[in-house]
């Protein structure tokens, strides 16, 4: 009994034994069917597609302006680093999403598994911002009609006032103020038009009116600063007034152009602000096709405002008010 118990354990075990080595064997078939499977429809295919897709942009622009954002797309699922040439001009995220940010050139970048490619960007201002730096170094007294079809002749250009204190000439300060707003304003995504950019040229009022006009300009801010007795002070907007026999349509528009620089500009250097003065005789204002404001900055014959207008700390305040009125006339900024 004992014995024939035994052997029936014996066979027991012997068969289980054949039973897992069986279910092994399957097992082993199973799983080697499946990588076989996961071999054909998974790997091949991604192996295809970087094989024979080059990288390439699916959706992308050429044409941007600041201040706007693009979606970029590439055609592959796998994960892309994004970059571009010139932050200055544009950033771009994680996911692709371009920034333009002011006027330039750049590129932008796609890379993945090792392949780059790119897009070049042309970015263009949200606004034209024409500035008109005053005078040159030297006036031209030769004349030109002070409106389309006036009878009313006036110099070309006029000598212009000198610094008390600095003894600098005012031509050499309205420059310098003009390059620093036009790098401010590029920074905040404006492109500049400047009627001159050097001292020694000599560019009539008339003509400094329709190089403006001519460059898609949206507005004509003109740069000047004042002279009078020492005592005098302070900041003044020169403005078309709404009689004007040539500009009379751009009235309102100057007028708010004239209000939110003077404005922004004295809130901005803690000059006094003189007001609006109404003026339909200067030339560069008459032959404006775009509204047009003349900000007389302050006074050279003054020796604290001559000295605050030339120091660092000064210019800074006075270009950072006058981009924020330009701002502030365009709806940009409250
Ligand atoms: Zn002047």
Redesign the pocket.
């Known amino acids: 009994m004992l014995k024939s118990q035994n052997k029936q354990k014996n066979q027991n075990l012997k068969n289980l034994h054949n039973g897992v080595r069986f279910i092994s064997k399957c097992s082993v078939h199973l799983l080697l069917c499946a990588l076989l499977v996961m071999y054909m429809v998974v790997p091949v295919s991604a192996t295809e597609v970087s094989q024979t897709e080059p990288l390439r942009f699916t959706k992308s622009v050429n044409a941007l302006t600041a201040g706007k954002t693009y979606q970029f797309r590439v055609n592959t699922t796998d994960s892309v680093k994004w970059s571009v040439g010139n932050e200055k001009i544009a950033v771009v995220n994680k996911n692709g999403k371009v920034r333009a940010k002011r006027y330039g050139k750049t590129h932008v970048y796609a890379t993945c598994n090792g392949e780059k490619i790119a897009v070049l960007l042309q970015v263009k201002g949200k606004k034209i911002v024409g500035i008109d730096p ?2 040159q170094q030297r006036g031209d007294s030769s004349t030109e009609p002070n409106g389309p079809g006036s009878s009313t002749y006036k110099a070309k250009v ?1 000598g ?2 000198r610094g008390v204190s600095t003894g600098k000439a ?1 031509y050499k300060l ?1 420059l310098e103020i003009a390059k620093k707003l036009k790098t401010e304003l590029w920074n905040r995504g404006y492109q500049v038009v400047m009627t001159r950019t050097k001292h020694d040229v000599n560019i009539s009022n008339k003509e400094r009116a329709q190089l403006i006009n001519e460059s898609g300009a949206s507005i004509c801010v003109r740069i ?2 004042d002279g009078g007795p020492s005592s005098a002070r302070g900041a003044t907007a020169l403005c078309p007034s709404s009689s004007n026999r040539y500009i009379s349509k751009l009235y309102k528009k100057s007028k708010k152009l004239s209000d939110e620089i003077l404005s922004a500009y004295c809130a901005s250097t803690g000059l006094r602000n003189r007001g609006i003065s109404y003026r339909d005789d200067l030339t560069g204002t008459n032959w404006s096709t775009v509204p047009t404001t003349l900000l ?1 900055l302050g006074f050279m014959t003054n020796a604290t405002e001559d000295r605050y207008m030339s120091s660092e700390t000064g210019q800074k305040a006075m270009v950072q008010g006058l981009a924020n009125g330009i701002d502030r006339y365009f709806g940009y900024k409250k």
Do not use: I, R, S
């Open positions: 005053g005078h006029a212009g006032t005012e309205t000047h600063a007389e």
